[in-house]
């Protein structure tokens, strides 16, 4: 049972920028692809990003392309979400969530019914 910390969230004025993490414990991190995704109020859980076991490959969204970049460090067992040029738009709370390397690897990481483990979440709010 893997468990996954989200932190890094706050209050950012527009055209700010925040890096998120993504603490991993209790698994074996490097079997699982990673993916961001975020919950704005009154909206459903959307995808942002995510991220291959081994870094190598991205995804993002097109509503943050080019403005939001996802990595990982498997020797520190985390994942982040660098974002940049925040919009009010972006603000709501974000998820980190595990996803087994063999689904990731079917395309379906856009999904939030392909992952299998979830952090509780940290808040994002972008005034304008």
């Known amino acids: 049972q893997m468990q996954l910390v989200e932190s890094g969230g706050g209050l950012v004025q527009a055209g700010g920028s925040l890096r998120l993490s993504c603490a991993a414990s209790g698994g074996t991190f490097s079997s699982y692809a990673v993916g961001w995704f975020r919950q704005a109020p009154g909206k459903e859980r959307e995808f942002a990003a995510a991220v291959s076991w081994s870094g190598g490959r991205t995804s993002y969204a097109e509503a943050v392309k080019g403005r939001f970049t996802i990595s990982r460090d498997n020797a520190k067992n985390t994942v982040y979400l660098r974002m940049n040029s925040l919009k009010p738009e972006d603000t709501g709370v974000y998820y980190c969530?595990?996803?087994?390397?063999?689904?990731?690897?079917?395309?379906?990481?856009?999904?939030?019914?392909?992952?299998?483990?979830w952090g509780q979440g940290t808040q994002v709010t972008v005034s304008s």
């Open positions: 969530a595990g996803i087994l390397k063999s689904t990731y690897d079917s395309g379906v990481y856009d999904q939030l019914s392909s992952y299998k483990y």
